[in-house]
């Protein structure tokens, strides 16, 4: 049913003056221009304390911290002696929304389930990210918590995973331990974090996130398909 | 003869390469740093010389040899020499208004005077004006020599908004000219100089302030900034400056902000005392209550100069302030504004001022 609000856009005098509400706005912003120029003049000659003059993290070197249940890069777990979890039961493949998975199942005669993937692959080109694979996945092999979500590169090859990517444990990039040289959880509530439950201030290791980088944009000979290039 | 060419080759250069130039190619940075403070961002600091970063400073020269090293187009159904020159016009109008800015007070060298002024025009006055409005020429050339449609709508925009604000413009300031009796900008500064009461200096604003309320908005109009960006509204419309980039789109850009460097100087000559500082006199200070403070006169002319850039600096970035505060007009209510609201107002500032001046 809709409901009809009604506004009164009459000018009052102030607004009609042009002046007053000019003047009013511009206190807002000349406020917030020298309490932020107070701050940063105070971290500049030495002064840590207070609050930072701005809510900017500087991204490549600061990561924004990620909710625990964020969906990202996927990956499989393993059992204990190092084989996947996962029995090729192609459930994952089925509920798959975009076709991005595809598994090549094998005889397996070492282990109980007898079965295991031959290859794995997962397309990040087509995958939306929803989440369904690791919901139909009865054996919980398949995750997305590895919080890899800087997946850029100039290859379409690149982006296609395979199970030696799938099963490496990578640590996972989370933000940095500190921001401007404070403890990162003293500073996040500034920044409107208030909720600090689903913050992993996990160290970020800048050398892994560089050779990351470098794998994608190089590609990896280990991933690419024969036959293209 | 010579002596005074090579005077005035001097003075301009440096008050163009010393004053405009630096402070037109700084603002660019400070638009940038000054917006995102207020809007509590870092803002540019990645341009960096072998690490060094200096709070984003190197951005202005990223910016220049990126827009510079960009292909020079022309459009091929454009008005070649007019699309050439347009940019320019407007450079040209911006740079030349400074050059009756009395930015100090007559400095003598060896018994000779010598007005810290380019040119020392009897219609100074008139001149900024007639400059002024040369301004709205590089929008026409642009938007009609790009024979693009989109590129003509932001020109039109903008003729019609630079024209019905030039009214304004000029009423406000006769307000000024009546109070001080001249159309020299020397003779202006330095009527407001004296002081009401020995306390209240006779600034334009105090003297004319509704001729100040009227003088400022129509003035950033002229200078095509927010909340009067009608002709470019960069943001969503598209205006005149449509079919250009590389170097000549730079020059409009750096048109614009000489344009706010000549409004900062103005609104201080006219309305702030230009150099003048409050209660400053040839030997030093002299306050309401008797009290004197001998200065030396190398102190008083420093201290003159430095009140004139402080100033200038303050309106610079009052003009950043009011920019990436107030969202822009709609078309209609711009010109409703101008012919309607401003254009009475300044001509009852006149009347009223010629009456208070006569009797």
Known sequence: MARFVRVDRQATLKTALYYPAVWTGLWITARHFFVNMGRHTLHAIGLKGGKPGSTTLQYPEVMRPLPRVLRSKHRIKVHEDGRPKCTACMLCETACPDFCISITPMEHDGSPEEKAPAEFRIDLDRCCFCGFCVEACPKDAIYMDTQIMEISSDRRENFILRLPELLDPKPLICTGPEFRGKPVEKVLPHLGWRNLDHVTPVKVDLRYREEQLARLHAGNPATRPAGLE | ?359
């Open chain 2, 1 to 359: 003869m010579l002596f005074e060419i090579l005077l005035a080759l001097v003075k301009v250069v440096v008050i163009l390469l010393g004053v405009i130039l630096p402070l037109a190619a700084l603002l660019t940075w400070a638009e940038r740093k000054q917006s995102a403070v207020m809007q509590d961002r870092i803002g540019a600091n990645r341009a960096d010389i072998l690490g060094l970063r200096v709070w984003g400073l190197f951005n202005i020269l990223a910016d220049g040899i990126k827009s510079f090293s960009k292909e020079d187009w022309v459009p091929p159904f454009a008005n070649r020499f007019l699309f050439n020159i347009a940019p320019f016009v407007g450079l040209f109008a911006a740079m030349v208004t400074f050059a009756v800015i009395p930015f100090g007070p007559p400095l003598t060298i060896g018994g000779r005077e010598i007005a810290l002024q380019v040119a020392d025009l009897n219609v100074g006055f008139l001149y900024i004006l007639a400059f002024g409005s040369m301004g709205v020429y590089s929008v026409v050339l642009a938007g009609w020599a790009s024979n693009n449609k989109f590129a003509q709508l932001g020109a039109m925009r903008g003729i019609s908004q630079m024209i019905s604000y030039e009214v304004v413009l000029g009423l406000s300031l006769v307000g000024v000219v009546l109070v001080t009796g001249s159309v020299r900008l020397p003779e202006i500064v330095a009527a407001q100089g004296q002081h009401w009461f020995g306390w209240i200096p006779k600034w334009g604003v105090f003297t004319q302030p509704l001729a100040f309320l009227l003088f400022l908005p129509a003035a950033i109009a002229e200078t095509k900034r927010v909340p009067f960006d009608i002709p470019e509204g960069e943001s969503e419309i598209i205006g005149y400056n449509l079919e250009y980039s590389g170097a000549k789109f730079a020059l409009f850009l750096l048109g614009e902000f000489m344009e706010i460097v000549v409004l900062g100087a103005l609104v201080t000559t006219l309305f702030f005392g230009g150099w003048q500082v409050p209660w400053l006199a040839d030997s030093g200070f002299v306050f309401g209550n008797g009290a004197t403070l001998e200065l030396a006169p190398l102190v008083v002319f420093i201290l003159r100069i430095g009140s004139f850039l402080l100033k200038l600096l303050f309106f610079c970035w009052l003009q950043l302030l009011i920019r990436w505060t107030l969202p822009r007009f709609r078309f209609d209510h711009l010109l409703r504004l101008g012919w309607k609201e401003m254009l009475p107002l300044a001509l009852l500032n006149v009347v009223v001022t010629a009456f208070v001046m006569l009797s």
